[in-house]
């Protein structure tokens, strides 16, 4: 294997027409590292992993894996494989042959092959089902196998597309617990295309957010959910406060309600910026209670009151356009408040986001 | 790093590569449908302008119009005429038999579908021929049904060698045409819009008017153009249960090129003839249906 | 589908009603036919006794065997034929993009539409065409060689649509695994598309086959002396007159097709697909 980041893109734009599907996309993604694209439907996630896999061509950029270029080489010369999203197991062929087709078409020996078979079979737990059709199989098991088919070839990426999108919830969650320590297992870059940001939060080492075709956002989980650094970044994962303000001075910003609160930003006064602001960073407090000196504070009344269990989910008016989401645990020592309540929202500095758009 | 202009480039040369090979897989069977169909096709074209010799021979040369200012002659017209009405009578037949046929069948349970379904296969699969000279050899003078009347103290029956007898024969010919592609959309409608109607209140007839009908357009357009084509062109049909008098347009073009030698004027007949196939499946698709 | 959908109990009644008395107008006839063929009597239909009489005589007739064998040899030819042509054309259409496809698509879809009087007619002009030019070199004739060319015209339209319907079906997704999994483009094909498609492609052979077996109007115009096919040779008996031995003859074509179909059914059933339909 030739040196460079398991993956890298530089500038890549894929046009269909007039419409630019990926525009202008730089990512670089390490060995072994179980990256994830996260976006809404049409955003370009699944393009661009089409580009990487070979099922298109790039309009203009560059395209290497392990620094080798391979922006223009047809699907069965690089050393990558795909899991669909929708399986694409082949009907008409028993599961061990579908596992073994990569292998058998690159002339592998059909005594190793029998091994390797046999060995990623037993990985995903289904050796017992090896001349079964694919038909005969319930998805989650289907799903295996589209993974196991993949695996078997020991690409240098593996490339997956929403892969347990159709899967039921209770069996997603327990998928994605095993993919992610499989991966950990297998040491193989795992790139992975997902509009579920929980899935994302969950699994990834680090998360490239998109919309509309651009890169917005890289970087850690944690990272892309605690800072984000635009508005629809902010907005797609999680809940989200936004609320518009206008930058006063160096320390102080205005809302639409007059109310000033002292936010430093970094940007000339006059212009418009959005607070993106985490429901769980939020907590309410009684108008006489005693808040900590630096925490930022908005006084409002309580006008929703959503109980989900393990929180409440309380709006609360403070004389914006939309009520503030704030989110507080249920258990003993938070206080809980009523409709109609004069409640104080307040967080301490640090967990104030400004974006920009 | 590739650049823009050559990247481009390869990407359009692949593209290019991709159109060439199709072409080249498809070649075999599109020149030989140019060669043996679109040239026949012309020069059957050319043909209805060339002129006709006192013995009956072709002359290609001395080109005009006349076999075309004949196709409106009044005598085309009757026989025109006649082709249609039969032709749309055969199509109301299987559609107001067929169609609640094929209603039948797509709303039985699963195992009774496949019975019912392979039962009507059978006939579809048919000889076709042989299919209309059973009809034929039932209809006779001396066939059965005539014996049986006549043992019943009736009269032979004589249905056969009138407009009747081509229609029956027509639509015992053709109705499986009508079936398979109602059948076809029907099974493949959404019965849960149906539901939902009936949810909305929709009384059973008014939940068929207007949901489950027009949901099965595309079956009716399909069975109707299947059956009114042939149906209209029809030669073997009218030849084995019609009579020497009834003259329809299958028959009549066939007559140009056998007995009555006239092969620019019969050119002339298939190409209009054809057209307003060409014409009516356009139509009839545009308004109602899918592709085949 | 829930009891709700159907009709009521009274529309129940007169559908099925409906259903069986359009199955007996289907079957009747050719049972009546069956029957009647085993009947001794010369006067068609007063039934004396049960005999194989007319079958005897069919086999002893010559004109009948030649026409036989012409039929059997032109559809063998046909079928083939015009499968493997009809088959590119499919692929070519379904699964690549280039200019004048369109043009392809009518090219592809007309002979479905015309009747056949105009085809008979196209094939003949064409034909005579044909010979006289070519008459300057060799010496041609109207046969089997034209009624084979004729029907695969015809054929390869039919073939081509039911296996673009199957292609259609396929999941596009499959083809890109093919290649994912390093498949060539052709291995990519054989291992994967052609033993999917198969099934269309057995359909589209198996209608033209019955196409070809079922023609009269087209093959009657292009054959030549000797060169009769049953279809066109029974045709010809009918319009002369009832006989029994027709009745004999048409019972063994009949019997013929249906066994065709049951091998098809056969077929489509050990591969998993139940529909037979064309579209």
Known sequence: MAGGPAVELVNVTKRFGDVSAVDEVNLSVGDGEFFSLLGPSGCGKTTTLRLIAGFEYPTYGSLTIHGAEMGLLPPNERPVNTVFQSYALFPHMSVEDNVAFGLQMKKVASAEISERVGRVLDQVQLRHRATSRPSQLSGGQRQRIALARALVNEPEVLLLDEPLGALDLKLRQSMQVELKDLQARVGITFIYVTHDQEEALTMSDRIGVMDNGRLLQVGEPASIYEHPTSRFVAGFIGDINLIEAKVAGPDEVQLSSGRSLSISTRMAPGSSVTLALRPERLELYDPDEAIPDNHIRLPGKVSRKLYYGDAFYYDVEVGLEHPVEVKEENRPGVETYELGDQAVVCWDPSSTNVVKD | MATEVATVELEERAKRAESRRGVLIGAPAFLYLILFFALPLLIVLVYSFASRSSTGATILGNWNLNSWIRVFDSQVAQIAWRSLWLASLTTVFCLVFGYPFAYWIATRSDRARGVLLILVMIPFWSNFLVRTYAIRFLMGVEGPVSIVSQALGGEPIRILFTNTAILIGMVYGYIPFMILPLYAALERMDWRLVEAARDLYAPGWTAFKKVTFPLSMPGVVAGSVLVFIPSLGAYVIPAILGGSNTVLLGDYIVSQFLSARNWPFGSALSTAVMIVMLAATIFYFRRGGRTL | ?279
């Open chain 3, 1 to 279: 589908m829930t009891e709700s959908t159907t009709a009521g109990r009274w529309s129940e009644r007169l559908l099925g009603a409906n259903g069986w008395l359009l199955y007996l107008f289907l079957y009747v006839p050719i049972f009546v036919l069956i029957v009647f063929s085993f009947n001794d009597n010369q006067r068609v239909a007063v039934w004396t006794e049960f005999s194989f009489r007319w079958y005897g005589e069919m086999l002893d007739n010559d004109a009948v065997l030649r026409a036989l064998r012409n039929t059997l040899i032109v559809a063998a030819v046909a079928t083939t034929i015009s499968t493997i042509l009809g088959t590119v054309a499919a692929l070519s259409m379904e699964r690549y993009r280039f200019r004048g496809q369109r043009s392809a698509d009518g090219l592809l879809y007309l002979p479905i539409i015309i009747p056949d009087v105009t085809m008979a007619v196209m094939m003949l002009l064409f034909f005579a065409q044909a010979i006289n030019i070519a008459s300057h070199v060799v010496r041609l004739n109207f046969g089997l060689g034209t009624i084979s060319l004729a029907h695969i015209a015809f054929n390869i339209a039919y073939v081509a649509v039911v296996v673009r319907a199957r292609l259609a079906l396929m999941e596009p997704q499959l083809e890109e695994a093919a290649a994912d999994l390093y498949a060539s483009k052709w291995q990519a094909f054989r291992r994967v598309t052609l033993p999917l498609i198969m099934p269309g492609v057995a359909g589209g052979a198996l209608l033209a086959l019955t196409l070809s077996l079922d023609d009269v109007v087209v093959t009657s115009f292009v054959s030549g002396p000797g060169s009769t096919t049953l279809p066109v040779y029974v045709f010809g008996l009918v319009r002369r007159g009832v006989t029994p031995l027709i009745n004999a003859v048409s019972v063994v074509m009949l019997v013929a097709s249906i066994v065709l179909v049951g091998i098809s059914l056969g077929l489509q059933r050990r591969s998993g697909k139940t529909s037979p339909l064309i579209e």
